[in-house]
């Protein structure tokens, strides 16, 4: 038996009124969610002086973790552990700092030179512009007739340096105490972050989160600066033996890029090969610097990695590319050290929270279902 037509019209009427509020709720999330990444983005660019030295100081204390904590079973408070790892790191980049030293001047001084051989080495291409530029002044003349005053001439380098070293020095020591408290205070700050939700079910996802970062992002991290070592130990090597200059210089360079999947390797190569143009006599000579690294990278990449990282973190491209980009718009170089261990943080904590476990994703080119949920995949295990 049918129901009246008056029920099922109220019935529809009652429908179309919640599909109409379930879409504006839907407009309203994607606008709340639109507006809090403007916030985001105009607070992280206001207040970069102080957000980029403290994600800094965070990512050193998820590197520097193992190694307080091995001192800690040693018998040594965590207060005292703490203050003997950041020290350490601070006497091995000052020491590194000052082996690097003759090498950054040797490069400000042949600087001209190697300008010059650019020149000449890009006449011939200068040649074929050179209609194509004359052309353009001549628009732009006729455009703009009235004569402009020439720009006022940069600042030189000794008078940047005097002006950026106070805010220099204060950004380090504020990172080097930073670091020491969170090391110290790691596992406070950890049993406060379980207490914090109300509920069971929430203080056993932070749970989890807590477990995953400390485990994933600080033993990821710190297994990866020990490869990067490495790295720049065989980099400078192998530059040794082939007689190429500056080989610790090259070695230092890889390694630090090399923290910045694919995009780092990649801009290392690039620049290899750029100076091995300019400054070798022969094509194999300009070919030698570029095929070391890219060999250094293929046995780092496929072999190293995956014996010491099973579960290797695989970060998709993408992602990295845009983190960077971002990261560098609004802190600067600060950005390009924090970008990718942000982003392995934030894919952490993504996976775990019900609500953005779909969006982690797009973040990782394989998925990962971290102990403890069952919602996502087996298969492709990320890290």
Not at 39 to 50: E, I, K, Q
Not at 141 to 165: C, G, M
Request: proline share 7%; net charge positive; with cysteine.
């Amino acid at each position: 038996m049918s129901l009246p037509p008056r029920i099922r019209m109220g019935d529809l009427a009652r429908s179309g009124r919640v599909f109409a509020l379930r879409r504006d709720l839907r407009v309203i999330k994607v606008c709340a969610i639109g507006l809090l990444v403007i916030a985001a983005l105009t607070g992280g660019v206001a207040a970069g002086a102080v957000l980029a030295p403290t994600f800094i100081a965070i990512i050193l204390a998820l590197v520097l973790a193992p190694v307080a904590h091995a001192l800690e079973r040693l018998g040594l408070i965590p207060g005292i552990a703490a203050l003997i790892t950041v020290l350490a790191l601070s006497s091995i980049v000052v020491v590194g700092s000052a082996a690097l030293a003759p090498s950054f001047s040797h490069w400000f001084r042949n600087a001209p030179q190697l300008v010059h051989s650019i020149e000449l080495k890009l006449r011939p291409f200068k040649k074929q512009i050179a209609a194509v530029e004359s052309a353009s002044n001549k628009i732009s003349t006729a455009v703009t007739p009235s004569k402009t005053a020439p720009p006022p001439a940069p600042p030189s380098l000794v008078s940047t340096i005097f002006t950026s070293a106070p805010g220099v020095v204060a950004s380090i020591l504020y990172v080097v105490v930073l670091t020491i408290f969170l090391l110290s205070e790691r596992r406070r700050y950890e049993a406060q972050l379980i207490l914090l939700p109300r509920s069971f079910a929430n203080r056993l996802r932070m749970a989890r989160i807590c477990r995953d970062v400390r485990q994933r992002v600080s033993g990821y991290l710190f297994t990866l600066a020990s490869i990067n070592v490495g790295l720049a130990i065989a980099t400078a090597v192998c530059f040794t033996i082939a007689g190429i200059s500056e080989p610790i210089l090259w070695g230092v360079a890889y390694g630090v890029l090399n923290f910045i999947p694919i995009i780092g390797p990649t801009a290392i190569i690039v620049t290899a090969a750029a100076v091995g143009f300019v400054t070798a006599d022969t094509f194999a000579g300009a070919l030698l610097p570029p095929a070391i690294l890219l060999a250094l990278d293929v046995v780092e990449a496929y072999f190293v990695q995956p014996w010491l990282l099973s579960r290797r973190l695989v970060l998709s491209p993408i992602a990295i590319f845009v983190m960077v980009a971002v990261l560098v718009w609004m802190w600067g170089a600060a950005g390009v050290i924090t970008a990718v261990p942000i982003l392995i943080l934030i894919h952490t904590v993504m996976v775990h929270v019900p609500a953005t476990r779909a969006y982690a994703r797009f973040l990782a080119t394989e998925h990962w279902r971290p102990r403890g949920t069952s919602e996502l995949p087996e298969s492709s295990p990320v890290l």
